[in-house]
């Protein structure tokens, strides 16, 4: 019927009046959907594109909705819509999916479909009566894909756009919640979880699975989270980020073997190793094979994040600390001197929050003078930031200069009321002083300032309970940042 000269024809469907067809076109000089008559002459060309696209299409039983599946984004194939009164062309499926075989509801409102995203394909419906805000499938795309997480504060403005033009879309609830944990902004996401789950009809069974399990994550139930996210890769086992997540909940109970695990299972389903997030996995292994006492390994595990293109000064960090463990000092100053080369060099931390974190490596390491010598360097370039009020006073009444460490807690939180950490760290203080009483008052207001499970504060307020208890037992160690 239709014979255009080095045109390839496919995917034909009926429009309603029984006159005219609909189908793809595509030749050298692009791709388009084209309606012709019974004929084959071509009446009406619509989403023309130059790339040499593969889409192919499926017709809604109105008559009106033509929906094709796309790569002329790029990458993976996508679902979008076409108008055929207006020719108007929206993107209806967000992330990096592939979809393919969709087919409309006889009233046309829902639309199920194929859709691969990585692990075996699924099926799933879609509901057309709420088309997918282009904000939210490019603010997802970047959480998902940032080349760095110094770009999670750009993903996060897309997606609050989204929610602001779209309340009652509950996708973008939950992948704004999902942008404000990585920003650990946990009243901004646990805020956004309470409206998705008002909105949970809404989502499908692996969206309501990743709810839970960041619910979880937000109010900081590790156990929850740990089993919330188990369910999600039950549903999904090829889904990395939920590895990864999974992992650090079960650090944080100190289920290190298991974190080993996930960790390894999640680097099983990294196509790029040099990707940052591939980095953090190298991080999270190290750790738990640290705090397992098996330093050789954790060395040798934080080892490929050398390679990773960003971020990979977090596991060159790790390594260090896995040296001195190891008994390596040598091996473990050079670490950390190159930790401080490249951060000068990338120039992404001020120099008074790199002197903090060195401060800190040398304070999980037990060495106190040069924790408190970078902590001073830290405080003293600061300009009365919280986090340098809390190193170097938290490190001071560590290392016997009680009175010096308190008066400077007091003045951060005379700057800072409320701040979680300084609350700890006074009261931490406190129990120094042997004033246990209102040193568990200022931890259980520090606890009810996180919001959430703290791993630190948790051992420490079972210290000054304890002491409370049993006013002759020994003075706990404090426990470590980074441990």
Same mark, same amino acid.
Request: proline share 4%; aromatic share 10%; no cysteine.
């Given at each position: 019927?239709?014979?255009?000269?080095?045109?390839?024809?496919?995917?034909?469907?009926?429009?309603?009046?029984?006159?005219?067809?609909?189908?793809?076109?595509?030749?050298?000089?692009?791709?388009?959907?084209?309606?012709?008559?019974?004929?084959?002459?071509?009446?009406?060309?619509?989403?023309?594109?130059?790339?040499?696209?593969?889409?192919?299409?499926?017709?809604?039983?109105?008559?009106?909705?033509?929906?094709?599946?796309?790569?002329?984004?790029?990458?993976?194939?996508?679902?979008?819509?076409?108008?055929?009164?207006?020719?108007?062309?929206?993107?209806?499926?967000?992330?990096?999916?592939?979809?393919?075989?969709?087919?409309?509801?006889?009233?046309?409102?829902?639309?199920?479909?194929?859709?691969?995203?990585?692990?075996?394909?699924?099926?799933?419906?879609?509901?057309?009566?709420?088309?997918?805000?282009?904000?939210?499938?490019?603010?997802?795309?970047?959480?998902?894909?940032?080349?760095?997480?110094?770009?999670?504060?750009?993903?996060?403005?897309?997606?609050?756009?989204?929610?602001?033009?779209?309340?009652?879309?509950?996708?973008?609830?939950?992948?704004?919640?999902?942008?404000?944990?990585?920003?650990?902004?946990?009243?901004?996401?646990?805020?956004?979880?309470?409206?998705?789950?008002?909105?949970?009809?809404?989502?499908?069974?692996?969206?309501?699975?990743?709810?839970?399990?960041?619910?979880?994550?937000?109010?900081?139930?590790?156990?929850?989270?740990?089993?919330?996210?188990?369910?999600?890769?039950?549903?999904?086992?090829?889904?990395?980020?939920?590895?990864?997540?999974?992992?650090?909940?079960?650090?944080?109970?100190?289920?290190?073997? =298991?974190?080993? *695990?996930?960790?390894?299972?999640?680097?099983? &389903? /990294? $196509?790029?190793?040099?990707?940052? #997030?591939?980095?953090? +996995?190298?991080?999270?292994?190290?750790?738990?094979?640290?705090?397992?006492?098996?330093?050789?390994?954790?060395?040798?595990?934080?080892?490929?994040?050398?390679?990773?293109?960003?971020?990979?000064?977090?596991?060159?960090?790790?390594?260090?600390?896995?040296?001195?463990?190891?008994?390596?000092?040598?091996?473990?100053?050079?670490?950390?001197?190159?930790?401080?080369?490249?951060?000068?060099?990338?120039?992404?931390?001020?120099?008074?929050?790199?002197?903090?974190?060195?401060?800190?490596?040398?304070?999980?390491?037990?060495?106190?003078?040069?924790?408190?010598?970078?902590?001073?360097?830290?405080?003293?370039?600061?300009?009365? =930031?919280?986090? *340098?009020?809390?190193?170097?006073?938290?490190? &001071? /009444? $560590?290392?016997?200069?009680?009175? #010096?460490?308190?008066? +400077?807690?007091?003045?951060?939180?005379?700057?800072?009321?409320?701040?979680?950490?300084?609350?700890?760290?006074?009261?931490?203080?406190?129990?120094?002083?042997?004033?246990?009483?209102?040193?568990?008052?200022?931890?259980?207001?520090?606890?009810?300032?996180?919001?959430?499970?703290?791993?630190?504060?948790?051992?420490?307020?079972?210290?000054?309970?304890?002491?409370?208890?049993?006013?002759?037992?020994?003075?706990?160690?404090?426990?470590?940042?980074?441990?």
């Amino acid at each position: 019927m239709t014979h255009q000269p080095a045109m390839r024809n496919g995917g034909p469907d009926w429009l309603p009046d029984g006159e005219r067809l609909i189908n793809v076109a595509r030749s050298a000089r692009g791709t388009s959907v084209q309606i012709t008559d019974l004929g084959g002459r071509v009446l009406q060309e619509l989403a023309a594109t130059d790339q040499q696209d593969t889409f192919i299409g499926s017709l809604g039983p109105l008559g009106k909705r033509f929906v094709v599946y796309s790569n002329r984004e790029g990458g993976a194939i996508g679902l979008y819509s076409l108008e055929l009164g207006t020719g108007a062309l929206t993107r209806i499926t967000a992330g990096r999916a592939t979809f393919s075989t969709a087919q409309f509801s006889p009233g046309g409102r829902y639309l199920a479909l194929q859709y691969d995203d990585g692990s075996p394909s699924d099926i799933a419906l879609l509901d057309l009566g709420q088309p997918v805000p282009q904000s939210y499938a490019e603010g997802k795309d970047l959480l998902q894909m940032a080349v760095t997480r110094f770009e999670f504060p750009n993903a996060v403005a897309l997606l609050e756009q989204a929610v602001a033009e779209h309340e009652d879309f509950p996708p973008a609830r939950l992948w704004l919640a999902i942008g404000y944990a990585k920003l650990a902004r946990w009243d901004q996401a646990r805020a956004q979880i309470d409206q998705a789950e008002r909105l949970a009809s809404g989502l499908n069974e692996g969206e309501r699975a990743l709810l839970a399990a960041v619910g979880a994550q937000a109010v900081g139930e590790p156990a929850a989270e740990i089993a919330a996210w188990k369910s999600l890769l039950a549903h999904d086992p090829g889904d990395r980020w939920a590895w990864y997540n999974l992992a650090a909940a079960q650090m944080v109970v100190e289920d290190f073997q =298991a974190a080993v *695990a996930a960790t390894d299972a999640a680097l099983a &389903l /990294v $196509e790029d190793p040099a990707r940052w #997030e591939a980095s953090w +996995l190298y991080y999270l292994r190290s750790k738990a094979l640290y705090r397992m006492g098996e330093f050789e390994q954790a060395i040798a595990a934080a080892e490929p994040g050398r390679s990773t293109q960003t971020t990979w000064r977090s596991t060159l960090y790790r390594q260090g600390i896995a040296q001195f463990g190891a008994g390596d000092a040598d091996a473990g100053n050079a670490a950390i001197n190159e930790y401080i080369d490249w951060s000068r060099r990338e120039g992404r931390i001020s120099e008074s929050d790199l002197a903090v974190n060195v401060g800190l490596f040398y304070y999980e390491i037990g060495d106190f003078e040069q924790a408190e010598s970078y902590a001073r360097r830290g405080f003293d370039g600061a300009g009365g =930031a919280s986090t *340098a009020y809390w190193a170097l006073g938290y490190t &001071l /009444v $560590e290392t016997g200069k009680l009175a #010096e460490g308190m008066a +400077l807690l007091e003045q951060g939180l005379d700057r800072h009321p409320g701040n979680a950490d300084l609350l700890e760290a006074y009261g931490w203080g406190l129990y120094r002083q042997g004033r246990v009483e209102a040193a568990r008052d200022y931890l259980l207001k520090a606890k009810a300032a996180y919001g959430r499970y703290n791993h630190r504060l948790e051992a420490h307020l079972a210290a000054i309970m304890l002491a409370i208890a049993n006013p002759d037992a020994p003075p706990a160690p404090a426990t470590g940042w980074l441990s």
